[in-house]
């Protein structure tokens, strides 16, 4: 008998380089003949000659990009580097929504070799870093760097340690930093120019401890880690690593040049300050390019747990700061020619951030599907647009509730096929698995958010919710309360206290309800569905002139309001749930809310 021996794996230490075309779904889309001419064209004459000139070989074309091995590190950034500058002279003149631009991410790595293909961690780590990369870009690891740092007359921006999908470990990246293209020389040193920083990019600089005492470095210390940690989570953020951010511990340097250095828009400075049984922390949010403070806040707080505290205070901040952020983002890019994706979709944020009218929340999805025009599989556009859509069916602004729930839930599902793990879509699926008579597996699809965020105010608000819903209105108050610790100026606040006010009129706390209203009205009067809330409260109480003013207030705000619209949302299940709704409409009757 003849045995067979073990199959041989071949393997060899490689420079892995793979790139594709950035928003080729989009230039298919508006020319299919001419952006395939176009791309061959460019592969052909430009990329693929490139690649051979400096030892390396493409493994693969994946559609629209390729896969490609280099003998050393130098020659694969030294390849990208001249191929990358080539094609932005070819393309300089044409316009930008039509131009052709690649992403390209270079690693070093052991693979295992087959005849059309290479495998390994080092091949899939490339991979992701060529999706961070800016189009037109080259995106690099901290290993590659190491071998080309004095080696190549190119400068290197550094973007921090990245959390890359599917790798479990942080991986350090730098970003090559390329000349404009100039028509005399195909290939230039990039050691003057300045890469454009990153939208929401920021830096957490160590937080000083005011306290007098050394030994709290270490909770100054912790405070400043958690707060970078946690506005990783903020969608579209780049936040720089806090080894990196660390070093500037103790060195009186400008914000603005350490801005240049690290190439971020935006760095937050802070201070913590523990004296006796109180701990005070002060914040900013500072401009890198112009150092103007953009918002500041300040957090006193009474000394119980340190690590809970250090949770709620870094909750709050980073709450805060999503929303300051955006603000500031929007601010940037409003009135821009040629907005792109990412641009579209800050904006829309914004719209979203100004309030739940009819108004803002059409002029958001707009925005959104505008930056899905522009790139469909815009994970973060795509989530928030079934928000948008979400908030049109539960905030009773229309007639059409559940068609606009229903075109939410098909659009969340697909961007959690794409983004599995995002904490915020997992919330918009809840929301609308609870406001479409689903409750149970809206709060597993709650729970599974709080897992993945512990810190998002808005979940624990909609676990209350649920409770509504399933006719434990007493419980609500708890989870609201909740969220108003972790965010208590939130600008969503006033939604959140409405909720209370109608969990109470369940229990028949209507006292209780209309102070829970009257509070969501003083802080944002410009919602209708407070005042309506309020109206009924007060006619249940007996004070039914007041509640005629109230429900005129409401309706001076949404005209179009009426019992049957409120009627049309979940009304079935529950028997204390029924039995509260019925009285909410009875309050509604008597304040003159019309019937519809």
């Known amino acids: 008998m003849v045995h067979e021996g073990p199959v041989r794996i071949e393997r060899r230490l490689s420079a892995i380089l793979a790139a594709d075309v950035s928003g080729y779904s989009r230039l298919m889309h508006l020319d299919e003949e001419t952006t395939h001419a176009r791309l061959t064209s460019l592969l052909m004459e430009t990329v693929h000659p490139t690649i051979a000139l400096h030892g390396g070989r493409i493994v693969k074309n994946t559609g629209d990009g390729f896969l490609a091995e280099f003998p050393s590190a130098v020659k694969g950034v030294r390849a990208a580097t001249q191929f990358q500058t080539r094609i932005r002279e070819l393309t300089a003149g044409e316009p930008e929504d039509r131009r052709i631009a690649f992403r390209v991410g270079i690693n070093i790595g052991d693979v295992i070799v087959e005849p059309h293909d290479i495998f390994g961690d080092g091949v899939n780590i490339a991979a992701r870093l060529e999706s961070i990369a800016e189009p037109g870009g080259i995106c690099i690891s901290s290993s590659v760097y190491e071998h080309v740092r004095n080696k190549l007359k190119v400068t290197f921006a550094e973007l921090g340690e990245q959390n890359l999908k599917n790798i479990n470990h942080p991986v350090r990246a730098y970003a090559v930093v390329l000349d404009e293209p100039s028509p005399a020389t195909p290939f230039q040193s990039a050691e003057s120019s300045a890469l454009s920083a990153r939208r929401l990019s920021i830096v957490v600089l160590p937080f000083a401890n005011l306290s007098g005492d050394t030994k709290q470095d270490y909770f100054v210390d912790g405070v400043t880690e958690s707060l970078t940690t946690d506005l990783s989570r903020i969608s579209g953020s780049f936040v720089i690593g806090r080894h990196t951010a660390f070093t500037y511990r103790d060195h009186l340097v400008d914000v603005r040049q350490i801005g240049r250095e690290l190439n971020v828009r935006y760095a937050l400075v802070g201070s913590v300050q523990r004296s006796g049984s109180r701990l005070r922390v002060n914040v900013q949010l500072i401009d890198a390019k112009t150092g103007t403070h953009l918002w500041a806040d300040r957090f006193d707080k009474p000394i119980a747990d340190l690590l809970d505290m250090q949770d709620e205070i870094v909750a709050r901040i980073a709450r805060t700061l999503d929303v300051q952020l955006i603000v500031a983002e929007a601010r940037r890019v409003a009135g821009m020619l040629n907005p792109d994706a990412m641009d579209l979709y800050f904006q829309g944020r914004h719209f979203c951030n100004k309030g739940f009218t009819f108004e803002y929340l059409t002029e958001a999805r707009r925005l959104f599907e505008l930056a899905l025009a522009i790139d469909p599989k815009n994970v973060h556009a795509m989530i928030f647009l079934a928000g948008v859509e979400a908030a049109l069916g539960l905030s009773l602004l229309t ?4 068609q606009y729930l229903a075109t939410a839930e098909t659009m969340v599902l697909k961007a959690l096929c794409l983004a599995p793990d995002h904490a915020w879509a997992h919330f918009v699926l809840a929301v609308v698995l609870i406001y479409t008579n689903r409750v149970v597996q809206g709060v597993a699809e709650c729970e599974r958010t709080l897992a993945l965020d512990r810190n998002l105010a808005d979940a624990h608000v909609l676990m209350g919710v649920a409770r509504f819903y399933m006719g434990s209105g ?31 009129l369940q229990i028949t706390a209507d006292a209780e309800a209309a102070t829970w209203f009257s509070r969501g009205i003083e802080a944002n009067r410009n919602y209708p569905l407070a005042h309506f809330g309020y109206a009924s409260a007060l006619a249940l109480l007996g004070k039914r002139d007041e509640a005629q003013v109230a429900a005129k207030a409401g309706l001076a705000l949404d005209p179009t309001f009426t019992i049957g619209r409120f009627k049309s949302g979940p009304s079935h299940g529950n028997a204390a749930f029924v039995t509260g709704a019925r009285r909410i409409v009875k309050g509604l009757h008597i304040a003159g809310v019309p019937e519809g």
């Open 399 to 402: 007639d059409n509730r559940l």
């Open 474 to 504: 007493a419980d609500t108050e708890s989870y609201i309360n909740e969220a108003l610790r972790l965010s208590p100026r939130d600008i969503f606040a006033y939604r959140w206290m409405t909720h209370a006010g109608f969990a109470k």
